[in-house]
């Protein structure tokens, strides 16, 4: 059974802190690792992992996957309240599950200003 | 383009009363799936479909039914609800395997009470 495991489970910074969101996997066939910021509604995605060692970045997020160790975190820098959220770590199953996607507990992240 | 859109945004019920979900989506997804979230558990998969008239169990299936009578759209039925299904439930969809694998679409969330 497919298991995905983040830590920690809820962190509080304050502005301008730099954050390390960690996700740890066992999976049965790894296909891509994927990591969505829920706010107050629905998850939005952030990042498809796929390769090891090649960081993904977008603004002051970026994230990166190792596959032998089998985990990936998720950096923030210079965090500001809006990154306030949820972080979530996904995998997704195979073709015969039909992509369905195992997710880890979340992360709350909060920034205080 | 609306992308993945939920009906109702809340509802209340009693125990015993059912109520339909209703899921939309207008990408030309192949998968759909249905979520429930509750606090300190994580998102858990209900049914999914992999295709219009398909559909599968997830992980957490009893006390509900869907269908997918059309490709755009996908059902969750509570036929007989219970306080356990206090929840908020949420919908995706995704492209199949291949174009990206994986990445999924959420819909905004039903905020479900029972009484």
């Not at chain 1, 730099?18 to 995605?45: G, I």
């Amino acid at each position: 059974e497919d298991k995905v495991v983040q830590s920690p489970l809820s962190l509080v910074v304050h502005e301008g802190d730099t954050v390390t969101l960690n996700c740890s996997y066992e999976v049965t066939n790894f296909r891509s690792l994927l990591w969505y910021k829920q706010e107050k509604k629905a998850p939005t995605f952030l990042f498809m992992l796929t390769s090891s060692g090649i960081e993904k970045k977008s603004g002051r997020l970026s994230s990166i996957l190792d596959k032998k160790e089998l985990f990936s975190i998720l950096n923030i820098t210079a965090t500001q309240t809006g990154d306030s959220a949820i972080y979530l770590c996904s995998l997704p199953g195979g073709e015969t599950s039909g992509s369905r996607l195992t997710f880890g507990e979340g992360t709350q992240l909060t920034v205080n200003p | 383009n609306a992308g993945v859109t939920q009906t109702p945004k809340f509802r209340v019920l009693k125990t015993g009363q059912s109520m339909t979900l209703l899921c939309a989506q207008d990408m030309n997804h192949e998968y759909m799936y249905w979520y429930r979230q509750d606090p300190g558990m994580g998102l858990r998969l209900i049914h999914y479909s992999v295709g219009e008239g398909t559909t599968a169990k997830g992980e957490v299936p009893d006390g509900y039914n869907v269908s997918r009578l059309k490709k755009q759209n996908f059902l969750l039925g509570l036929e007989s609800a219970a306080p356990s299904q206090t929840s908020v439930y949420f919908c995706a969809s995704s492209y199949a395997l291949g174009r990206p694998a994986g990445t999924q679409y959420f819909g905004p969330g039903t905020r479900l009470t029972v009484l």
